[in-house]
């Protein structure tokens, strides 16, 4: 047995309050858990401005870049830029070598694009007596790995080459890259700037202790993307496993190295192809014209609906109003990133939510015409409208899906919010049309006393 008309009304209106604390302004936030949402408005760059930057493989053409190494570079740059703060940030896989990111609000662009492209690949170097300077370029064999070979490598510069001779590459042998890191974190130095602090993996101390107790003296170089960042002199033996990366760093300096180091190192290099900023004044502008046609469009709809159907015209009025407060709740429950194409797939949806009430109650119409009662001509009107709603709104999401699709491979992530929002809006749309407008039409005729008033329904 089905809830009663007063029941379902209780449940509408307990949910009605749920989704205005959800909506306010001033709303806390929800903490439970591992659930934490601050229920905050996310707008998108074209909204907020920022930072738009397409990054690409810094390969050879003839290279072929996997999808696996291009979906862990994406996942890498969402951990770096959460690391450094940046929050809001879309990453997607545009095409087979490239990754396009959206920086929504974001002022400091120059750190934050030489922090994302840099691989981060971190190596201890043995280096003997003879270290090699700050910022030289250094050539490594990451497959000699002490913790991959056992081996402690023993690296000595090459003899000088003869008279008329091609130089000697050297190729060192790493110690320990930044696989072997456990931790990594940021502090003063002893006197002046900041340096990094590390903390090995249990499988990493032994190496590290057994070398540095044998090589008090000598230099054991820090090697970051083959440049020496660090070259320090063992001073003494490290037997804990913990240690500092000294160098020329100011506080941004040492964060970013932080943040390679601690989120891992990028399966391939990128470049910079494209980087645009993005300005919040035009954004603003946009906001303002959205909200002002969505209030007109709402306007001019619910005068629409009141006209031609009069009583259930009122209804559906009210159950847009609430359709439109429970969307934009889901919006900041999920949340949803709203861009201006997003926007107009929510104002579209608005569109949907009427369409599917025009039918119920143009049917509605022809049920009183043929002499049925209105409590019959609106359970009537909703049973025999359902199969044209049903199948309209599937077509409809079936498109939300196919531009969900596109927006994904090749990057376009505009036609992705409006994908999104729009989906979201026909889903609530069935919960309103087919649940909210027909409590309230029964809920009105239960308890106010109406004859048989069918000009009361445009008929």
């Not at 229920?39 to 760059?45: I, R, V």
């Not at 090699?132 to 000595?156: F, M, R, S, W």
């Not at 044998?214 to 230099?219: E, L, M, N, S």
């Given at each position: 047995?089905?809830?009663?008309n007063?029941?379902?009304?209780?449940l509408?209106v307990?949910l009605?309050i749920?989704v205005?604390?959800?909506?306010?302004p001033?709303?806390?936030?929800?903490?439970?858990?591992?659930?934490?949402?601050?229920?905050?408005?996310?707008?998108?760059?074209?909204?907020?401005?920022?930072l738009?930057?397409l990054?690409?493989a810094?390969?050879p053409?003839?290279v072929?870049?996997?999808?696996?190494?291009?979906?862990?570079?994406?996942?890498?740059l969402?951990s770096?830029?959460?690391?450094?703060?940046?929050?809001e940030?879309?990453?997607?896989?545009?095409g087979?070598?490239r990754?396009?990111g959206e920086?929504?609000g974001?002022?400091?662009?120059s750190?934050?694009i030489?922090?994302?492209?840099q691989?981060?690949?971190?190596?201890?170097?043995?280096m003997?007596?003879s270290?090699l300077?700050?910022g030289e370029?250094?050539?490594?064999?990451y497959?000699?790995?002490a913790?991959k070979?056992?081996?402690?490598p023993?690296?000595?510069?090459?003899?000088?080459a003869?008279?008329?001779?091609a130089?000697?590459?050297?190729?060192?042998?790493?110690l320990?890259?930044?696989?072997?890191?456990d931790?990594?974190?940021?502090?003063?130095?002893?006197?002046t700037?900041?340096?990094?602090?590390?903390?090995?993996?249990?499988?990493?101390?032994?190496?590290?202790?057994?070398?540095?107790?044998?090589?008090?003296?000598?230099?054991?170089?820090i090697?970051?993307?083959?440049?020496v960042?660090?070259?320090?002199?063992i001073?003494?033996?490290?037997?804990?496993?913990?240690?500092?990366?000294?160098?020329d760093?100011?506080?941004?300096?040492?964060?970013?190295?932080?943040?390679q180091?601690?989120y891992?190192?990028?399966?391939?290099p990128?470049?910079?192809?494209q980087?645009?900023a993005?300005?919040?004044?035009l954004?603003?502008?946009?906001i303002?014209?959205?909200?002002?046609?969505?209030t007109?469009?709402l306007?001019?709809?619910?005068l629409?609906?009141?006209?031609?159907?009069?009583?259930?015209g009122?209804?559906a009025?009210?159950?847009?109003?609430i359709?439109?407060?429970?969307?934009?709740?889901?919006f900041?429950?999920?949340?949803v990133?709203?861009?201006?194409?997003g926007?107009?797939?929510?104002?579209?949806?608005?569109?949907?939510?009427v369409?599917a009430?025009i039918?119920i109650?143009?049917?509605?119409?022809?049920?009183?015409?043929?002499?049925?009662t209105?409590r019959?001509a609106?359970d009537?009107?909703w049973?025999?409208?359902?199969?044209?709603i049903?199948?309209s709104n599937?077509?409809t999401?079936?498109?939300?899906?196919?531009?969900w699709w596109?927006?994904?491979t090749?990057?376009?992530?505009?036609?992705?919010?409006?994908?999104?929002?729009?989906?979201?809006?026909?889903?609530v749309?069935?919960?309103?049309?087919?649940s909210?407008?027909?409590?309230?039409?029964?809920v009105?005729?239960d308890?106010?006393?109406i004859?048989?008033?069918?000009?009361?329904f445009?008929?």
């Amino acid at each position: 047995m089905g809830l009663s008309n007063n029941i379902k009304m209780l449940l509408i209106v307990v949910l009605l309050i749920v989704v205005i604390w959800m909506v306010a302004p001033g709303n806390p936030g929800i903490y439970l858990g591992d659930f934490q949402r601050d229920m905050q408005t996310k707008l998108g760059l074209d909204l907020r401005g920022g930072l738009r930057v397409l990054l690409e493989a810094d390969l050879p053409e003839d290279v072929q870049v996997s999808p696996e190494d291009l979906e862990e570079a994406k996942v890498i740059l969402e951990s770096r830029s959460n690391g450094l703060g940046v929050s809001e940030v879309v990453f997607q896989v545009t095409g087979n070598r490239r990754i396009s990111g959206e920086f929504p609000g974001l002022e400091n662009t120059s750190q934050v694009i030489q922090t994302l492209k840099q691989v981060g690949q971190l190596a201890f170097v043995p280096m003997g007596t003879s270290p090699l300077g700050y910022g030289e370029d250094v050539k490594i064999d990451y497959t000699q790995v002490a913790t991959k070979t056992g081996v402690i490598p023993e690296n000595a510069l090459p003899e000088p080459a003869a008279d008329g001779a091609a130089p000697q590459e050297m190729v060192y042998a790493p110690l320990l890259t930044g696989a072997d890191l456990d931790d990594v974190g940021v502090a003063p130095g002893q006197l002046t700037g900041y340096v990094v602090t590390f903390k090995l993996k249990d499988t990493a101390r032994k190496i590290f202790a057994d070398y540095t107790s044998a090589h008090v003296g000598d230099y054991l170089a820090i090697v970051l993307d083959d440049k020496v960042i660090s070259a320090p002199r063992i001073e003494s033996a490290i037997t804990e496993g913990e240690g500092v990366i000294t160098g020329d760093f100011t506080v941004d300096t040492a964060n970013d190295l932080m943040v390679q180091l601690k989120y891992g190192s990028l399966p391939i290099p990128f470049k910079v192809v494209q980087s645009e900023a993005v300005g919040a004044t035009l954004g603003q502008d946009s906001i303002n014209k959205s909200i002002t046609a969505g209030t007109i469009g709402l306007i001019l709809i619910a005068l629409f609906m009141i006209i031609s159907y009069r009583l259930p015209g009122v209804m559906a009025t009210l159950a847009l109003a609430i359709y439109a407060l429970i969307s934009f709740a889901i919006f900041k429950l999920i949340p949803v990133t709203l861009t201006l194409p997003g926007i107009a797939g929510f104002i579209l949806s608005i569109g949907v939510a009427v369409d599917a009430n025009i039918l119920i109650f143009e049917r509605m119409k022809e049920e009183l015409r043929a002499g049925r009662t209105l409590r019959q001509a609106i359970d009537l009107g909703w049973s025999r409208a359902w199969s044209s709603i049903r199948d309209s709104n599937i077509t409809t999401l079936i498109s939300c899906a196919i531009l969900w699709w596109f927006g994904n491979t090749f990057g376009a992530s505009l036609v992705k919010g409006f994908a999104v929002t729009l989906a979201i809006g026909v889903f609530v749309s069935f919960f309103t049309a087919l649940s909210v407008t027909r409590t309230l039409l029964h809920v009105t005729l239960d308890n106010i006393k109406i004859a048989e008033r069918h000009d009361w329904f445009g008929v």
